[in-house]
């Protein structure tokens, strides 16, 4: 025991020479003062050493070049972020020279561990006994890693990189920091990957902030009701299922069933409403993602989106670190007061990187091998989500987060998850998509919690008992397939919801306007549309918007502005949507006589 209190009491001192008596009682007396005991100075020879390196109780003062280097780095980059968020380019430039002129060592204690174990990108480092959940580590080759587990007497990390240099009894320093993003108006545009370093050779981002990339989710205090529409232009989704601002709506279904198309569509349609886009693609093939960011280019949507790409090739820890890093992004503007629509795609693939990680890190398996708190995992990423008060600024970060299942159940263990957590679901069905009807939308198994509320007035009002009509008639249609003999009421009501299903199609990248969904509908629930054949019914409906374009555009333009309409403008809809019908009717008879 005695042995062990007087190592404890023995700082060592590291120098390729020895030092001079005053230099060693200047040493001693800085120990005294900083830890209010006797301490004992030791001289250790490292001939590689450049100026001096105090070791006590694992802390480490580096009073070597490497060591000024590190500091004056580390206080130059808190000034840069500083002032460039702030737009004083002048003033930082004033600053970062003064801070060079002035700049003085600080005895500012280092800690250091060593590496125990390494492989398959995990590190097991024993030493750093004072380090924190989710902070950031450097490991000598420069490589980073961020603690992930917690034991006694040493701690699991996760590499951001290779592992190839990094072998056992490395050197791993703390960093005092957490892990987190660089964030700012120039990401927008920009394809970054999972760190916020741009992958699309358009040279560097300016940074105006750094966040941490988990952060606490708004409190009850700090939001206000979802009430705001965010479009989707898609007729079907709008209609039946709104989504509003700051709400949390699941995208579910098969592999191959439109789920990234319904995310990608909502992005195109939010082209001049202000809302800031970010795409999280995680566990994807690069080549779907290439042809993500090219739909994005051709419609200019890029100019107001932000693509974080932790694709199939990356690490498992860049795949598990992506979802917060687009959130951390989406956060800074939704704390500027700006409207934010973010796309995880898809969580099911973030859930398979949180459990490689989790069974090498040697956690216990659970249900499907996941770990105990991947609920937990989803859970504090989507609450983050939100309608922020007035007082906040008034910004919102809508989530559409994207879920795989397995030949359509719903009741797997993370689908089942997320759909709890969420505000509701839009499933995508395999036998409808295979049937032609993009979005292949589920009418039964969809939901929106929040409704009506987050709708605009016309398209409550248009909408009407849409879904109620899909409902009745894919009952009726299970019933009647085994029945030729129907009466004449049931025959109009099939014809109905054919039709209606028909116009519920939608071309990819083909968002519809507002005064476009309200014309659909109001005709549609008006049976004006009945007599059209199914085959005709989608050119029947493209030419009716050119007609109405042409000869009441101001009654188009009065529904996109004001989000309204009359019952007179409901009658005129009918009106001239029925005349435009008599002579589309009267086309076909023309051309079937021609």
């Known amino acids: 025991m005695e042995n062990k209190t007087s190592e404890k009491l023995t700082a060592y001192l590291y120098a390729a ?23 004992k100075l030791e001289w250790i020879e490292d001939k590689e050493i450049k100026g001096f390196k105090l070791v006590y109780d694992r802390e480490i003062y580096n009073w070597t070049p490497e060591g000024r280097f590190a500091q004056l780095k580390d206080k130059l980059s808190e000034i840069s972020l500083r002032y460039a968020s702030k737009s004083q380019p002048d003033q930082m430039i004033t600053l970062l020279k003064k801070s060079i002129e002035d700049f003085e060592l600080e005895a500012v204690a280092e800690e250091e561990g060593k590496v125990k174990t390494v492989g398959d990108g995990i590190v097991v480092v024993e030493g750093l006994d004072s380090v924190r959940y989710g902070e950031i580590v450097v490991f000598e080759s420069g490589v980073k890693g961020m603690v992930q587990d917690l034991r006694r007497g040493e701690i699991g990390v996760i590499l951001f990189g290779e592992d190839d240099e990094i072998t056992d009894g490395s050197l791993v320093r703390r960093t005092k920091k957490t892990a987190g993003i660089a964030v700012g108006e120039g990401f927008i545009g920009r394809v970054v990957d999972a760190l916020g370093n741009p992958v699309d050779n358009k040279g560097d981002i300016q940074a105006m902030d750094y966040r941490a990339l988990e952060t606490p989710a708004p409190s ?55 809302v800031i886009c970010i795409y999280v693609a995680i566990g994807q093939k690069a080549s779907s993602v290439a042809q993500l960011v090219r739909t994005l280019n051709k ?34 503007f939704m704390d500027k007061g700006k409207d934010v629509l973010i796309v995880y795609d898809d969580l099911s693939k973030h859930a398979i990187a949180y459990r490689a990680l989790s069974l090498l890190l040697e956690r216990s398996p659970g249900r499907e091998a996941y770990p105990g708190d991947v609920f937990y995992l989803h859970s504090r990423l989507l609450e983050r989500s ?23 159940d719903v009741s797997a263990y993370i689908p089942t998850n997320i759909i709890s957590i969420t505000d509701g679901q839009i499933f995508l069905e395999s036998e409808l ?25 016309a398209m ?23 029945s030729s003999d129907l009466d004449d009421a049931t025959k109009k009501q099939l014809v109905y919801g054919q039709g209606l299903m028909r116009l519920l199609r939608q071309p990819q990248s083909h968002p519809m306007k507002l005064h476009e969904k309200v014309i659909t509908l109001v005709a549609a629930t008006a049976h004006v549309m009945q007599d059209i054949p199914i085959e005709s019914m989608l050119d029947f ?54």
Not at 17 to 39: G, H
Not at 303 to 320: D, G, H, K, M, R
Not at 460 to 480: H, I
Request: glycine share 8%; aromatic share 8%; charged share 25%.
């Open 433 to 457: 998509f295979f049937a032609g009807q993009r979005p292949a939308v589920n009418v039964g198994l969809s939901v929106s919690r929040v409704g009506g509320a987050a709708q605009t007035k």
């Open 220 to 274: 009850i205090i700090d939001r206000q009701p979802v009430n705001e529409p965010m479009d989707t232009g898609l007729i079907s989704i709008d209609s039946m299922f709104p989504i509003g601002r700051g709400q949390r709506e699941l995208i579910i279904g098969d592999r191959q069933t439109g789920k990234t198309t319904v995310a990608l569509d909502t992005i195109i349609n939010q082209k001049g409403n202000g």
């Open 541 to 594: 409906r493209s030419k009716l918007f050119d007609y109405f374009h042409a000869n009441n555009m101001s009654l188009c333009n009065s529904i996109d502005d004001n989000g309204i309409f009359s019952e007179d403008e409901k009658k005129t809809i009918i009106s001239e949507a029925e005349k435009f019908r008599d002579d589309y009717m009267n086309s076909l008879v023309d051309e079937d006589g021609e």
């Open 17 to 39: 020479a020895a030092p001079s008596e005053e230099q060693k009682n200047r040493f001693e007396a800085f120990l005294k003062n900083k830890y209010d005991k006797e301490i």
């Open 460 to 482: 409550k009002k248009a909408a009407g008992g849409v879904r109620l009509d899909l409902a009745q008639y894919r009952e009726m249609e299970v019933f009647t397939q085994f």
């Open 386 to 408: 939100a309608h922020l008060s007035a007082e906040k600024g008034g910004g919102s970060l809508t989530a559409l987060p994207i879920v795989e299942t397995q030949a359509g």
């Open 299 to 332: 419609f200019d949507a890029m100019s107001y989106t932000i693509v974080v790409n932790a694709s199939a090739s990356e690490p498992a820890p860049l795949q598990y670190i992506a979802p917060y890093a687009g959130t951390a992004l989406g956060e800074y």
